[in-house]
Nanobody
Framework: QVQLVESGGGLVQPGGSLRLSCAASESISTLYVMGWYRQAPGKERELVARISSGGHIIYADSVKGRFTITRDNAEQTVHLQMGSLKPEDTAVYYC???????????WGKGTLVTVSS
């Protein structure tokens, strides 16, 4: 199962930007749908954005126009560029890899994003 390591979280002021990165331990080029999820305190984990191996992208309505997901198959990485951040974006952000052959999910340990003045 692929191992995932997130980075790039931190404290940012409202209106600011952050770029999250997820490094995979093996090739993600064909089998994996890659995604970012988040979980705020007291809430369930929710999808933020997802990108297929063919480049099809889905965003949660709450982040459309503010966040951009990209993948670099050669570097085995996935990024989430976050802009116009709001306090309600505060959460632990998790990288996910869904193997379309085995139908198994892999998760990173998460990176905390705090949006506060």
């Amino acid at each position: 199962q692929v191992q995932l390591v997130e980075s790039g979280g931190g404290l940012v002021q409202p209106g600011g930007s952050l770029r999250l990165s997820c490094a995979a331990s093996e090739s993600i080029s064909t089998l994996y749908v890659m995604g970012w999820y988040r979980q705020a305190p007291g809430k369930e984990r929710e999808l933020v954005a997802r990108i297929s191996s063919g480049g099809h992208i889905i965003y949660a309505d709450s982040v459309k126009g503010r966040f951009t997901i990209t993948r670099d198959n050669a570097e085995q990485t996935v990024h989430l560029q976050m802009g116009s951040l709001k306090p309600e974006d505060t959460a632990v952000y998790y990288c996910n890899a869904y193997n379309t052959f085995s139908r198994l999910d892999s998760w990173g340990k998460g990176t905390l994003v705090t949006v506060s003045s």
